[in-house]
């Protein structure tokens, strides 16, 4: 706080025993020591105000911040993706529809395309496999068993 060190104390010392004198020292003393704890106290009290008020300020800031992200979590978590391309879709037949509208009027015979004619196709289906027979198949031929206590 004070830059003052032990030679200057001892100079300020003398100069108040000189001036009080010895007999009042002590009452001084002791009440510059009391002035000193207030001082110190009110010093305190200020600084703790002052703290209080930077906390309070950056918890404000921090409540913020924290709205500001959860309203943006909201938009994307209200975000639907189905809903909007549904209402692009029908913006664009309003628009078609708008459109067709204000086109000038045509015949409807000479608009629309004629039907195609149906054609015939007769092709002729393959005959279905005939049934499959146990004299089709060539007899399995018989693998030697290990004969009973054998070598190898």
Same mark, same amino acid.
């Given at each position: +706080?004070?830059?003052?060190?032990?030679?200057?104390?001892?100079?300020?010392?003398?100069?108040?025993?000189?001036?009080?004198? %010895?007999?009042?020292? !002590?009452?001084?003393?002791?009440?510059?020591?009391?002035?000193?704890?207030?001082?110190?106290?009110?010093?305190?009290?200020?600084?703790?105000?002052?703290?209080? #008020?930077?906390?309070?300020?950056? +918890?404000?800031?921090?409540?913020?911040?924290? *709205?500001?992200?959860?309203?943006?979590?909201?938009?994307?978590?209200?975000?639907?993706? +189905?809903?909007?391309?549904?209402?692009?879709?029908?913006?664009?037949?309003?628009?078609?529809?708008?459109?067709?509208? *204000?086109?000038? #009027?045509?015949? %409807?015979?000479?608009? $629309? !395309?004629?039907?195609?004619?149906?054609?015939?196709?007769?092709?002729? $289906?393959?005959? !279905? %496999?005939? %049934?499959?027979?146990?004299?089709?198949?060539? !007899?399995?031929?018989? $693998?030697?068993?290990?004969?009973?206590?054998?070598?190898?």
């Amino acid at each position: +706080m004070f830059d003052i060190g032990w030679g200057e104390l001892v100079v300020i010392g003398i100069v108040a025993l000189i001036a009080i004198g %010895p007999k009042e020292l !002590p009452t001084v003393l002791r009440t510059l020591g009391q002035f000193m704890g207030k001082v110190r106290r009110m010093a305190n009290e200020f600084q703790g105000q002052f703290q209080e #008020a930077m906390r309070e300020a950056e +918890m404000a800031d921090l409540k913020k911040h924290a *709205e500001d992200i959860k309203s943006s979590v909201g938009d994307i978590a209200n975000f639907n993706p +189905m809903a909007s391309t549904q209402k692009e879709i029908e913006s664009a037949f309003d628009t078609a529809d708008k459109a067709a509208s *204000e086109a000038p #009027a045509e015949t %409807p015979s000479a608009a $629309l !395309p004629e039907p195609a004619q149906q054609i015939e196709v007769n092709v002729p $289906l393959p005959e !279905p %496999p005939s %049934p499959v027979s146990e004299k089709d198949f060539a !007899p399995a031929e018989v $693998l030697p068993s290990k004969q009973a206590g054998g070598g190898t």
